[in-house]
């Protein structure tokens, strides 16, 4: 079992960068694959990233590929989204989510999900 909580969101101006991190609780968490998605307001929860086990293997949607970083440090249990060249367009609540299998963007995918935090990107 994973207990996931998302911290670093905040008000950003456009062109500007934040990290999110998603911390984890679980002696196992090294062997979940994790995903990063988001949900802006009015509209369905997106995928944005996913990593595998080791954070060795990466996957993007395309609209963050260049722009966005999913990275793990399992020594510190922690996932993070590094988000760079922000637009507008990214203002939404993101999550973090585990699951037992690799390079998925689907929701059903994963099994454990973070509280969520706020990302607003200020045009």
């Known amino acids: 079992q994973v207990h996931l909580v998302e911290s670093g969101g905040g008000l950003v101006q456009a062109g500007g960068s934040l990290r999110l991190s998603c911390a984890a609780t679980?002696?196992?968490?090294?062997?979940?694959?994790v995903g990063w998605f988001r949900q802006a307001p009015g509209k369905e929860r997106d995928f944005v990233a996913a990593t595998n086990w080791s954070g060795r293997s990466t996957y993007y949607a395309d609209s963050m590929k260049g722009r966005f970083t999913i990275s793990r440090d399992n020594a510190k249990n922690t996932v993070y989204l590094q988000m760079n060249s922000l637009k507008p367009e990214d203002t939404a609540v993101y999550y973090c989510?585990?699951?037992?299998?690799?390079?998925?963007?689907?929701?059903?995918?994963?099994?454990?999900w973070g509280q969520g935090t706020q990302v607003t990107v200020s045009s």
């Open positions: 679980g002696r196992t968490f090294s062997t979940y694959a």
């Open positions: 989510a585990a699951g037992g299998h690799p390079l998925r963007d689907s929701i059903g995918a994963y099994n454990y």
